[in-house]
């Protein structure tokens, strides 16, 4: 596969920062729950160097996953890192001792936060940092967000983070966001049949900001869907890989972080790159979403 060929380029707005539009998600690098390490370190080790082989430049991580096992395992694997890599971390949490998702929005706990990213990604300053919103967890709530946010933009300044981003929150907090601070990318829950930012999408691609998918495949629970299935079949794809394209095909601002702790499906995710969706089939795939909510798209 050549590298072209991961769903073409973007820069991020403002930046010198251009990636292929599929990247990977580390997520699921650390072990069950996210929490401790995998149950195979050198698997780990060898998916991200597959994906960087083949062209992946944007690895989407944390230091809450594992926690700091993840960005451990991205270090061992890729330090020190092809000038052409953007990693994209994330802030909003801590973990408890039994693996708990605890909120960490204070000055002290943010800043900490970096320094921890820095540490064990082994990096001076990080490319992007998204805060994760305080308000909403699965779905993102109202209520400001700027507190935390020029807490980031302080460390912007420090050159610690070069660019920000925000992650779990409302067009409302994207507006405010945009207030204090250059937004580089937006991270929100979205796929085939979760569609709630179909609006902001849009929206985010006129001004040229990343919109990037969270679950792009469904999450713990990959997508499962009887017309998925069908379309895939027609077009010689795997459900996947049919989920991944309809994102590509989606808006040209869609970057792609598929997680996976599998060569086999991280090839498989790669090549969804070269599916061409014709309108039918995207017209088709559009129902999904709406027989899943009728109450919202019908
Ligand atoms: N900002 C946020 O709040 C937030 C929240 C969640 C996630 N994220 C980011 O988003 C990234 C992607 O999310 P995610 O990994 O949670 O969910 P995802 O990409 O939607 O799905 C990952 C799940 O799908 C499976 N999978 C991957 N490729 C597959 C394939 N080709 N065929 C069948 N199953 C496949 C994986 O299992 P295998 O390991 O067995 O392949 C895993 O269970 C994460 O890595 C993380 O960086 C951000």
Redesign the pocket.
């Known amino acids: 596969m050549s590298e072209a060929k991961l769903g073409g380029r973007f820069t991020f707005p403002g930046t010198s920062l251009t990636v292929n539009r599929v990247g990977y ?4 690098l650390a072990g069950p729950g996210v929490f401790g390490p995998p149950r195979d370190r050198d698997a780990a080790v060898a998916v991200l160097r597959e994906a960087v082989a083949a062209g992946v430049d944007h690895i ?3 230091d809450f996953y594992g926690p700091h096992v993840t960005n451990q395992i991205i270090r061992e694997a890729l330090h020190p890192y092809p000038p052409e890599l953007t990693i994209v971390t ?1 802030i909003s949490a801590r973990r408890g001792a039994k693996g708990e998702w605890i909120p960490a929005f204070s000055r002290e706990e943010l800043t900490q936060a970096v320094h921890d990213n820095l540490r064990n990604l082994g990096l001076d300053a990080l490319d992007v940092v ?1 805060l ?1 919103s305080m308000h909403g967890t699965e779905e993102p709530a109202e209520g400001s967000i700027e507190a935390p946010l020029a807490v980031l933009a302080d460390l912007q300044r420090q050159g610690l983070v070069r660019h920000i981003g925000v ?2 929150v409302t067009p409302a907090q994207v507006a405010e966001a945009r207030g204090i601070a250059d937004i580089v990318c937006v ?1 929100n ?1 979205y ?1 085939l049949a979760f569609r709630h930012d179909d609006a902001l999408i849009d929206q985010l691609a006129a001004e040229g900001i990343a919109y990037v998918p ?7 629970s ?1 997508l499962q869907s009887s017309t998925l299935s069908a379309v895939a079949s027609g077009v010689g794809a ?1 459900p ?2 049919v989920a991944l394209a309809w994102l590509l095909h989606r808006s040209p601002n869609i970057l792609l ?6 060569l086999a ?1 991280l090839r ?2 790669l090549a969804a790159a070269e599916l061409e969706l014709s309108p039918e089939t995207l017209a088709e795939l559009d129902g999904i979403a709406a027989a899943a909510e009728p109450e919202r798209h019908g």
């Open positions: 998600g580390a997520m699921q989407d991580t944390s994330k998204n994760r992650s779990n991270q829950r796929n969270w679950f792009p495949l469904g999450g713990f990959p795997t996947m890989q972080i598929p997680g996976t702790s599998s499906h498989e995710n």
